[in-house]
């Protein structure tokens, strides 16, 4: 078991089940993107998800694209990511996870991307824009350096594809609640129920539901089904508008939907 799963199965065994949170490397700055990811995890944060910024984020909505761009425009490099996760990692127990769109991990090289990311303490990657299909330099690369893969599962994939992603996903299965991009919403999508109930038939012991949670109302409802809630916006609204402070508030409130 990695350490992400185990970490997510403890939650659930503990509590009510595990919340997992994101946060862009790099804004407002470096140090600060590390502060608030550590304060994360010191307020009942169990993973930690760490957005690499890139110039074209298909998948994000306006407050988590507004981010990364300033992180791009204050010079952020991919070994800013490496170093945010190496002294995150010396600070708190929760295992990271990068989030990245593939094409910087492609460029940058594969297997030393997956090298430098184990080096620094890394658990793993999730890929947004990367199918398992097209995925085999990147099945090899983290089985060689035993970092998890985290692919994503939606309301629209055939019962093939979601088999598929449950076989080739470590950690946990990426189930996105709604059609769309990221945001905080009043109500997270009911096919998000659905959709984990699928990959449970597919064979899934670990699916978590992001896009759109915000409250720690949804966290509870959404762990009634899943194993985790993903929760990521608010907590870049938090830090732009209150600081790390705001952050580590906003984490202990959304934790308490996570007692059982």
């Not at 997510?8 to 994101?22: C, K, Q, S, V």
């Not at 993107?33 to 307020?43: D, G, L, P, Y």
């Not at 998800?49 to 981010?67: F, N, T």
């Amino acid at each position: 078991m990695s350490a992400v799963e185990a970490a997510i199965a403890r939650a659930n065994a503990e509590r009510g089940g595990a919340l997992i949170g994101y946060l862009p490397v790099g804004f407002p700055t470096l140090a600060e993107s590390i502060e608030a990811a550590v304060a994360m995890a010191e307020n009942g944060v169990d993973v930690i998800e760490l957005g690499l910024p890139y110039s074209d984020p298909v998948m994000d909505g306006p407050a988590i694209q507004k981010a990364t761009q300033t992180a791009l425009s204050n010079g952020f490099r991919l070994q800013d990511g490496f170093d945010a996760v190496r002294e995150i990692t010396s600070r708190v127990a929760a295992p990271v996870v990068l989030m990245s769109y593939w094409n910087p991990i492609m460029q940058y090289g594969v297997d030393r991307f997956a090298d430098e990311l184990k080096a620094a303490g890394g658990a793993g990657i999730i890929t947004p824009d990367l199918v398992s299909d097209e995925a085999a330099d990147w099945i090899a690369a983290s089985e060689r350096t035993g970092l998890d893969r985290v692919f994503l599962a939606a309301p629209s994939s055939s019962d093939a594809r979601l088999a598929r992603a449950v076989e080739m996903s470590s950690g946990f299965v990426y189930a996105v609640s709604t059609m769309g991009i990221t945001g905080a919403r009043s109500d997270v999508d009911a096919a998000a129920k659905t959709l984990v109930a699928r990959l449970r038939d597919a064979g899934s012991t670990s699916a978590c539901v992001g896009l759109g949670i915000s409250t720690a109302e949804q966290v509870r409802e959404v762990l009634t089904y899943a194993d985790g809630a993903i929760v990521g916006s608010v907590f870049v609204s938090a830090l732009s508008t209150g600081g790390v402070e705001a952050v580590a508030k906003t984490a202990a409130s959304l934790a308490t939907g996570t007692l059982a």
